[in-house]
Structure formats: structure tokens, C-alpha cells
């Protein structure tokens, strides 16, 4: 089951919004927290600030799986440390990086 974030509404990035949606998606009994890119705060998909690793390592510390939502090719193009850092996380099972929510169903779905 997947707790799917608005996509309107404050920015997300710190560990305290992580803490706040990792405690939405277990009173949801949801195992994926799925956020819209755009809801994310600039700063998140700049590797370098540390937003992004720190708010993935809470989801993860409780056992939950992240998605992020939407189109990051802009972001991707200017950095090359986040273009590997997508291709790393897509390799395993606990963050995602999807265009669309069809395109995260058929990777959540499959075995």
C-alpha cells in the first residue's frame, strides 16, 4: 500500500517531514511513502547539502520504501553525482525514482 503525498503543500526535505510521513504512512498501514517532486525542497535534489540522504535514511531506518514522483531531468542533466545517485537507488528496493505513478505502480508491483 502506498501513502501518496499532495502535491500541493509546504516543501518537503527535513528529517522532521520525513519523521511526520513515516508516521502518516504507518497509521495509513502503508509500506511506500510516494512524494511529488515537486513538493520536494530545491535543496533535496542538491546532493551536496545532505537533505536528501538524511531524509532517506529516516524512511529507511523505519522500513519504509520512498518514491519520488515527476520529472527530474533538468536536475539530472546539471549534475552527474545525481544522475548516479538515481541509478543507484533505482537499483535496489528501497528508493525509487519514477516519471509517473504508472510507472512506480509497475515497479512496486513487480516481484
Known amino acids: 500500500m502506498c501513502l501518496f503525498v499532495a502535491t500541493e503543500g ?3 526535505g527535513s528529517a522532521a517531514s520525513a ?3 513515516v508516521e502518516a504512512a504507518m497509521n495509513a498501514g502503508a509500506r511506500v511513502i510516494v512524494v511529488p517532486v515537486e ?3 530545491p535543496e533535496f535534489l542538491r546532493l551536496r547539502s ?3 540522504g538524511e531524509f532517506m535514511q529516516k524512511v ?3 522500513r519504509m520504501q520512498l518514491a519520488i514522483v ?3 531531468s533538468t ?3 546539471a549534475s552527474d553525482a545525481l544522475r548516479d545517485f538515481i541509478i543507484e537507488c533505482d537499483r535496489g528496493n ?3 525514482f519514477a516519471k509517473d505513478v504508472d510507472a512506480l505502480l509497475a515497479r512496486v508491483d513487480r516481484p
Request: no cysteine.
Open 94 to 96: 528501497e528508493i525509487y
Open 70 to 72: 515527476g520529472d527530474v
Open 60 to 62: 529507511i531506518n523505519y
Open 19 to 21: 519523521r511526520d510521513l
Open 75 to 77: 536536475q539530472v542533466a
Open 39 to 41: 513538493r520536494l525542497d
Open 50 to 52: 545532505g537533505m536528501a
Open 10 to 12: 509546504a516543501l518537503i
